[in-house]
C-alpha cells in the first residue's frame, strides 16, 4: 500500500533502475526540462493528470501512485540538515562560504529583498573545457523586494 | 588587536558602511570579479600583497589587518548550519529541495564524480524582465570524476 | 564602536528603556505600521534615508547607526533554533501543530506554491471580549505558485 | 494493526488521495471549520464520538482507528525541528524574523502574558488581488496573563 | 552599560553573592512568595515600578536597571536544551520518564486540552522525615481544554 | 514476536482504545496510585510478577509481554529532547522558565544536592475553581546532599 | 567583577598555572579527598567557610570569590554535550559501549533502581604494571531503588 | 533474515526475557567475566568461535546469528547522544561534572595522555552498607601517553 | 524488492558472514585495490557492468542488485554526524584534534586550496613492531587551488 | 590576563601573521617535527619546559604564557562538530564515506581493535605530479586489541 509521496518516489527510482531509463528521456515525454521532471520525479513538484499519467506508463505504476503524483508534496529531497553526499555537499559548501557574498551583491544591485526559490528555474549544462570539462549551472529567480506598509 | 580574520572582516564591513563604498568600485581598484573580491573581503579568500594594499588603503586597514588579508582563512561564513537570512535561506532550500535532482543529472551527463567548489567560479547578473526583474547566476565548477585504483 | 546591525539594535532598546518611548509612538513618527516600524527597530528590515533619521533622533543615535539602519541586516531574531520564550514559543507550537494543516488547506485553494514571507504584512489588534480579551492577527501574504518550465 | 494515531492519519491521507476527497467537503459533513477539521484529520485533535464515525464512513475507516479517533493525540505534525517544506518553512521564517517584534507589541498591548495557542482560532481565506491574490489568515488567541502571587 | 535583563540578572546575583540576602527575606519585602520573586530576580517575570524599586534598593541597582525591571523579558533561564545542572536535570528527567503518564492522566480526568504554565503557580516547601527530609512540590495550573470551531 | 518493551507499552495501549479501559481502574485492580501504574504500562516501571499477570489479564497479552513487564525497561517516553506536544511542552517550559528559581530555593533550604528523581512519588489531581478548574500536582522527592569526602 | 562561579574557576586555574600548585597540595590544605578538591575547584561543588578561606589563601583570591565559592553552583564542566577532549571522550566511550551493559548487571544484581551521582565517591590511582602503568578508578555510589506506592 | 548484529543482540534479549537466563550465568558457561560477557552479547564484543557457539546454543540462535557473532560489530549501545534512562543518564553526569577533574587529576600523575577504553576492563559489585547498599564499579585502563616526534 | 542501494549493501554483508568471504579476495576477483572495492561493496562507489557482474556472482546477488551495483550511490556511510564506534571515532578524533594543523601544513606548502577527497587514493597496511604492531595508512590526494578570477 | 590555553594559541597565531614565521622553522628551532609542533602550538599538545622556552622567544610570549604551554590542554581544534572550512571538511568527508571501509579493513587485518589516535603520528609531504601536485599523508597508530577478561 501506498503511504506517502515517498513511497511513489521510491518506486519510480526503483524501476528507472531496473528499466535504465534516462531523466532527459523522460523530460522529452512530458515536453518539459529536464530538470523539473526530474524534480518532480523525485517528490519535489506536482504533476498535473496528464503528466501524472505518462509518468505512470513509463514507469508501471499503479493507479493509486498516478494519484499520489498528482498532489502537492511535503518537499525537501535531503535526509539530514548537512548534506553527506559529496556532490550534494559541494553545493551546500557554496551557500556556506559564498552565502554573505550573494546576500552582499544581491542587496547591492537590487535592495533589501530576496531571490525567489519558487518562481525559480535551473539549468544544468555540460560546459566542454580542455582543461576538464565543467558543469554550467544557471539559477534564474525572480527578485522580491521587502516592502514597508 | 587582531586575533582572527574576523575581526578584519568587521573592520572592513564597518568601514564600508561609514565610507558608503560598493563591492563593485573595490572589485574594479583590484581588477576582478565583484563575486570573488567580495567572498574575499568577508574572510573567506586569500589576497596577494598588492591586493591586500589595495584593500588595506580603501579601508584604511592597519598593518597588521592587511598582513592577515594574506593568510588561507578558517573558511565558513554562516553563524547556524541551517541559516536564518531569507535570502541566504532561499539557496539552502534550493540545495535542500533540489539536492537530489542536481546530483542524478549531473551523474546522468558525467559519471560518478563531483561538481567542484573550489575550481568554481560565480556570476550575478539583473536579467531585465517586465513581470518583475530576475536575479540570475551562473555557476560554474570543473567535473572531477571518482576513480578506481 | 559598532560592528554589527545587533550593535545598533541593542542602542535602540536600551534608550527605550531608559526614555519609556512605545513602539507604536514611533511608527507614527515615521508615518507607518507598528508592526513594520518595531521589525525595523529590532534590525529586521532597511529603513531609508529620512526614516533613519528619525529613528536616530528618537533614540540619540550616533551617526554611524544611522547609516547601519540603511543597510539590509542579516535576519533572524531568535537566539536558538526553537524559541525558549512562552510567548514566541506559542507561535512555534502553532506552525509545529498545525503546520501540515495549513499546507493542506492553502493547496486545496490555491495548488502548488507558498505563502510569501517578503510580499508579506502583519496587522496585530486586541479583540474585546468578555470571556477575556483576545490577540487578534492578519497575516497576509501573495501566493507564489511553483510553475513547471 | 493500528498502534498510533499516526497510522490512522495515513490511513485517512491514503483514503483521501485515492478518493479525490476535499477538506472542505469533510467540514461540511461533520458542520465545523475547514481548518479545526483539517487539523483532527491530520491527527492534532481528538473527535467526539458523533463526528469520528463521520470521519470513519467518509474514508471507510476500520472501528479500531474510529476508536483512536477520540483519544487525545500526541501532537507536532512535522518530522524535523525546522520544517524543510517550503510552504512551512515560510511560517517558521515569520516566527524567526518578526518573533521579537510580535512579542514587543503584544506586551506593549497587553503587559506581560502570552497568546494562547490553545483557547486559539484560525481561518484561512483566498484575498483577490490584481496583482496576485494573496492568502489571508486570521489568528485569534486568548490573551493570558502573567500574574504574581 | 546595560543592554539587556541579563545583564541586570547578573548585577542582582553578584549583589546576593556579595551581601548574603536570603531570596526569602526579598520575598517578604515586596510581599509576594518567594517562588515568583526569585523566578523575577532570575529575569522571568516583570516587577511593576514600586516593586522594581523596592528591588532596587534592596541590591543597590541603578535606576537603568530599575527600568528594565519593569520591561517584559525575553523567557528561558537554562543554557542548553538539555539542563546539565543535576538539580535541574531531574526535573528534565522527570518530564522526560513521566510526561506521556502526565499528559495520559490530565486527559482522562479533563479530556483534550493542556495545564497552564502561565496560569501557574509553585509552591516548594520542606517535607521532614525521619528517613530523611523530602522536597515537596506544589503545581497549580488551570486546565485550558481545547475547543472545536 | 516482541522485542522490546515498546511492543508491550503498544499492545497496551492498543488494548486500551480498543477495550475502553481507564487508567484509574487499571490501578485500582493492582492496588496502587493511579501516576505509578500509568507510568510503569507506558513502559517506565518495573511490575513484580503477581502486578504483571494482572496486566496481562486486563490487555489480554500474551505470556511473552507478561514476562516483559518484569524486566527493568530503558526509560525515556519521548520522542524528542524537546517535547512537540503542548501538554508535556508546558512542563518543559516550567523546567525552563522556572529550572533556576527552583535550584536557588531548593538549595537555601536545604544547601548543596538534588530532589531525587528516583525516590519521588507525584499526585495529580482536579482542584474545582469557579473561574476555571484547575490541575494541581504535588511532587514529592527526598532531599539528596552532596557530601564531601 | 565576579559575574559567575566560572569566573572564578578561571582565576583558580590561571593562579595554580603561574604557581604551579599541585591538586593534591590543596586536598591536602583542606584535608579531604584530591578527587573532591579538584571537582570543588573546577566549579562543581560547594565549599563551607572555612575551607573556601584556605582556597582563597592558596591561590589569591579576592573576598568575593571567596563567597562565591560558598554558593551551589551551577554544575557541568564540559562545554559541549559530546566531549571533544580525547582523554574525556574515553569516559563518554565507556558509557556509550558499556552503557547498557552496566545497566543490565547493577539491574540484574539489584533490582529497578539507579546508582547515585550525588551519594557518590571516586578514587583515582596509579596502578603499576609491567606492561605499562594502568589507571585505576573506583566509583562508589549507593543504590536507589524506585519503589511503587 | 539477519541483517545486522543488532538483529542478533535483539534475538539473545528476547530469549533471555523468555528463558528467564541470567548474564552471569552465561559468563560463567563461557568462562570469561560478566562484564565482558554482557558487553559482548549486547552487540558490543566479538566472541570467537567457541564462544559464539555456547552462545548460540543457550539462547537458540541460527547458525546466521552465530556467524555474525563472530565478527567486529559496529559499536555504540545508545539510542541518543545524551541518554535518556536515568540509571545510564548519572553515568554521563559522571562525566560532565567531574570530566575536567578527572582529566587534571590524570595528567598530575601521568603527564599528557588518555585512560585507554580499548585496553581496559570493568568490576561491578554490591558494597554491603548499614545506610543502604552501594553499587561498586572498578574501571581499570592502561595509561596512554601522548609523544612528540 | 530492493528499493535503495543499502539494500543491496546489506545483502552484500550478510553474504559476506554466511559464506566467510574477505574483502581482500574480492579485490582480486575484480582485479583492484582492497580499500576501493570495500568501499563499492559498503555502497559508496560505483561499479562499471563487468565489476558488478563478478560482485553478484561472488556473493550471489539478484539482477536487480548488479543493476543497481552501477548506479552513483548518495554516500556517506555513518549514521551519526559523531560516529560512536571508536575505531571510526579515532579517525574523527585525528580531524577534531589535528584539522587545524593540517590546514596550516597544507596552506604552508601549497597556498589556499584542499586536498581532495575525490582524486583521492588510500592505502592500509600492516607495519610490524616489536613494540606492537602499527596500522599504517597512505592517503593522497591532488592539491587543488582556489584561483581568483 | 591568560584565561585559558586558548589565549596563548591566539597570541602565538597573531604574532607568527606579523613576523610572517613558517612553521616548518619553528619545528627546527625545537627539533621535531613539523606536524606535532604545529598541533602544540595550535593548543594541542603540551611542551615540555625547554620547547615552551624556544616557543616563548620565538613569539615574544609573556612568562605566563610559557607556563601555559606546559600544562596538559583541553584538546579539539573545531568550532563546530562537522567543520566548515573546506579543506578539514574533505578529511571529515573521507571519515564519513570510507568510515565503514577503513573499519572493515583494519579488522580483517588485525582483529577486533582500534587504531591509536595518542601512540599516532602524521607526516604531511608534497608529492610532486605532472598531472598536478598531490599531498601525500602518512598516518601511523599502533594497534589496541579489545581482549576479553
Known amino acids: 500500500m501506498i503511504n506517502t509521496r515517498e513511497d511513489v518516489t521510491q518506486m519510480i527510482v526503483a524501476a528507472k533502475v531496473a528499466k535504465g531509463i534516462q531523466w532527459k528521456d523522460v523530460a522529452n515525454e512530458i515536453g518539459l526540462s529536464k530538470e523539473w521532471t526530474t524534480a518532480a520525479c523525485l517528490g519535489q513538484m506536482t504533476f498535473n493528470k496528464q503528466q501524472a499519467e505518462v509518468i505512470g506508463n513509463l514507469f508501471d505504476l499503479p493507479d493509486e501512485a ?76 525572480k527578485f522580491l523586494p521587502y516592502k514597508s506598509y
Chains 1, 2, 3, 4, 5, 6, 7, 8, 9, 10 share one sequence.
Not at 550573494?102 to 580542455?130: N, T, V, W, Y
Open 66 to 141: 498516478v494519484a499520489w503524483l498528482q498532489i502537492s508534496p511535503y518537499k525537501g529531497s535531503l535526509s539530514t540538515a548537512i548534506p553527506t553526499d559529496p556532490l550534494i555537499y559541494r553545493w551546500y559548501e557554496v551557500v556556506n562560504v559564498f552565502g554573505t557574498t550573494i546576500k552582499e551583491l544581491i542587496h547591492e544591485e537590487f535592495g533589501d529583498g530576496i531571490m525567489s526559490a519558487i518562481d525559480f528555474s535551473m539549468d544544468i549544462q555540460r560546459e566542454e573545457d580542455p582543461k576538464g570539462d565543467r558543469v554550467n549551472v544557471v539559477l534564474s529567480g
